[in-house]
T-cell receptor, first 109, second 113 residues
Framework: TQLLEQSPQFLSIQEGENLTVYCNSS?????LQWYRQEPGEGPVLLVT?????EVKKLKRLTFQFGDARKDSSLHITAAQPGDTGLYLC?????????FGKGTRLHILP | DAGITQSPRYKITETGRQVTLMCHQT?????MFWYRQDLGHGLRLIYY???????DKGEVPDGYVVSRSKTENFPLTLESATRSQTSVYFC????????????FGPGTRLTVL
């Protein structure tokens, strides 16, 4: 059973469009992280959300942690080709980080 | 250069052979991790280490051996490689355990024939 479910698995949209990807769990997490991974590289941390209901913005990226701390979303405004990559959410379980399977995002120019 | 490096970047080996993947970090981070990344499974933790000479199993440790004699190095050995161990392997480090930022290496793509 996957503890962190990410959706959609794949998303291909045109440059300039908005999109939202999701990370859901039936378990409560003390905090969640979002990483972005580009082809041929390791994941890089984008943000950590720690408070239920918290919203964090990173330029065109908006991250939200659900009130119940079971889910998170990533919204990208006016997507650009540079946003292309694999987006992974991660949560703390027994002092180890576990990862979702990711959303593979492709922005078409 | 500071950071976390992995070698080799690509490796092809045959079933039954021993293979060692190297990982080196220059931050003096206490924690180091080995993950494998496979389509349909995402990133799965193989082993981790809290400090030199302290290692522990992750989610998928079978068929792998690790050691950590120095803080900066964390090699991963496949004692007798199997085709199911074909994967991309990532090493990571962090200052502390838990939901702290992990810094990942560039990965090693291993193919077992």
């Amino acid at each position: 059973t996957q503890l962190l479910e990410q959706s959609p698995q794949f998303l291909s949209i045109q440059e300039g469009e908005n999109l939202t990807v999701y990370c859901n769990s039936s378990s409560v997490f003390s905090s969640l992280q979002w990483y972005r991974q580009e082809p041929g590289e390791g994941p890089v941390l984008l943000v950590t959300v720690v408070t239920g209901g918290e919203v964090k913005k990173l330029k065109r990226l908006t991250f939200q942690f659900g009130d119940a701390r079971k889910d998170s979303s990533l919204h990208i405004t006016a997507a650009q080709p540079g946003d292309t990559g694999l987006y992974l959410c991660a949560g703390d379980r027994d002092d180890k980080i576990i990862f979702g399977k990711g959303t593979r995002l492709h922005i078409l120019p | 250069d500071a950071g976390i490096t992995q070698s080799p970047r690509y490796k092809i080996t045959e079933t039954g052979r021993q293979v060692t993947l190297m990982c080196h970090q220059t931050w003096s981070h206490s924690y180091m991790f080995w993950y494998r990344q496979d389509l349909g499974h995402g990133l799965r933790l193989i082993y981790y280490s809290a400090a030199a000479d302290i290692t522990d199993k992750g989610e998928v440790p079978d068929g792998y051996v690790v050691s950590r004699s120095k803080t900066e190095n964390f090699p991963l050995t496949l004692e007798s490689a199997t085709r199911s161990q074909t994967s991309v392997y990532f090493c990571a480090s962090s200052e502390t355990q838990g939901i702290n930022e992990q810094f990942f290496g560039p990965g090693t793509r291993l193919t077992v024939l």
